[in-house]
């Protein structure tokens, strides 16, 4: 199978330890073709960046306007692109997967917390298999697992909650878990407990990072918005010497 989805879900199946799918974060299209041009295979879009280029706090963009900037990036670009699009905007799995192919999406991060509290797994797991089966193999679902952002007080082993709920979403159907924070000396752990690739959350240090990452067990690298922000640190320079400081 040739379509978009597989050839994507393909990238992260049978990769040598050691060489994880590197993915580097776009927030817009010029930023896309950059990564495009430098040799990336694929890319996955921050909301928390996509958000910074379109002037809105983290978690504050309008559904309409990142699916737009999803569709723009996308629309730059021949490589297959994933769009992290939070906890989905509150709309319905069937419209939500809709609107991601719209938009020329070939896979979606989806996060269980919501204004900084975790939801139910089990619900989460609900909704999880309901976008699964209206994507249908036609997006590849990265389970976001939020429990190292949002940590349960009464929890005393985070590892075994953040597994317990990604053996649930990968249950339900999701292609892959995104412990997002875990601290690198977790990593072995989780991959090992968990049937699906593990994405872990990278630093943009060069490719001897990413390799330790991908020897402590993660499939896929992402940066978050990272890259974004260091792009807007560079402007910053740009600026300043503009002005002479």
């Known amino acids: 199978m040739n379509e978009p989805a597989s050839v994507f879900r393909a990238l992260h199946h049978g990769r040598p330890a050691g060489d ?4 580097p974060g776009p927030w817009d299209a010029a930023s896309a073709r950059v990564f495009e041009d430098a040799g990336f295979t694929a890319l996955a879009t921050p909301s928390a960046g996509v958000a910074a280029s379109l002037g809105y706090a983290d978690g504050r963009t309008p559904a309409a306007e990142m699916f ?18 939070e906890a989905g905007y509150g709309l319905p799995p069937d419209e939500l997967v809709e609107r991601l192919l719209e938009a020329g999406a070939v896979g979606c991060n989806l996060e269980d917390s919501v204004d900084g509290a975790l939801v139910d797994p089990r619900r989460q797991a609900d909704r999880l298999a309901q976008v699964c089966a209206a994507a249908d193999g036609r997006l590849f679902v990265n389970a976001r697992v939020d429990t190292y952002v949002h940590r349960d007080p009464a929890c005393t082993d985070v590892v075994a909650e953040t597994v317990s709920r990604a053996r649930l979403y990968a249950g339900a159907g999701a292609d892959c878990v995104y412990p997002i924070m875990a601290p690198a000396d977790d990593l072995p752990r989780l991959a090992a407990a968990v049937p699906v690739p593990l994405n872990a959350l990278g630093t943009p240090d ?7 990452l991908g020897e402590l067990g993660a499939a896929r ?3 978050g918005p990272q890259l974004q922000r260091g792009a807007t640190d560079a402007v910053r320079g740009l600026a300043g010497r503009l002005l002479g400081r």
Do not use: C, E, N
């Open 20 to 23: 994880p799918l590197v993915l």
């Open 68 to 85: 737009a900037a999803v569709a723009r990036i996308a629309r730059a670009v021949s490589v297959p692109v994933s769009a992290d699009v």
């Open 206 to 212: 060069g490719p001897s990072a990413t390799r330790r």
């Open 221 to 223: 690298v992402t940066f």
